[in-house]
């Protein structure tokens, strides 16, 4: 815990080799907000209490809002420990074609465009809620990655791309693959754009 006479709350911390990040999380002293600081051992000192620059950084949710607040810490954990975390994963991967179908397809791809066929094989992360579509688009074949939320489905991108048709399960690990990098790709940028690049 931690009391600084205008915030009190709970301190997380987590170690991992020479890895230290550091959780603070209170209701802020102006608002009923839910506010969250980030750091790591360079910004606490012996009464468990955040610097002013890790402070400079703190994030704000609404009250009743703890959803927002844990995806953003969490957020930071899958970042900073990406390569320690080992958690059951739940996928769904479909293919709407014949394999030889989407060989001939891809063959044809100048030829067509996705008024023709739509998405000829989709996967989708259910915990993260992206998903990655193998689809034609103005002739070119590749994948289509989205995010899904709230009922709906944004479509944030095309890649072209050669998938691997060898067979279903070789489309199926070629899209996993794709689609998790795609994923971290985005992890990484919307802690960037967050200003929270924390150094350790």
């Given at each position: ?41 360079k910004n606490i000192n012996s009464n468990n209490m955040f610097d002013d620059e890790a402070y400079s950084k ?105 998938p691997n048709l060898e067979n279903e399960v070789t489309l199926m690990l070629d899209m996993q693959e794709k ?22």
């Open positions: 815990m931690f009391n600084n006479n205008r915030e009190q709350g709970l301190v997380l911390t987590i170690h991992k080799d020479d890895k230290d990040f550091i959780v603070w999380a209170c209701e802020c002293r102006n608002s009923d907000n839910i506010m969250v600081v980030l750091g790591n051992d703190a994030k704000y949710f609404k009250c009743d809002d703890y959803d927002s607040a844990v995806d953003h810490v969490y957020k930071q954990i899958k970042y900073l420990f990406k390569d320690d975390l080992n958690y059951e994963r739940h996928f769904k991967f479909d293919t709407y074609k014949s394999m030889e179908d989407l060989r001939r397809i891809e063959l044809d791809a100048s030829d067509l465009d996705y008024e023709d066929y739509y998405e000829l094989a989709s996967f989708f992360d259910e915990d993260e809620q992206y998903s990655c579509d193998m689809i034609i688009l103005n002739g070119k074949i590749g994948y289509r990655y989205n995010k899904h939320g709230y009922g709906n489905i944004d479509h944030l991108t095309f890649e072209e791309t050669k689609l998790n990098k795609f994923i971290n790709e985005e992890l990484v940028y919307d802690i960037e754009m967050n200003h929270n690049d924390i150094k350790i």
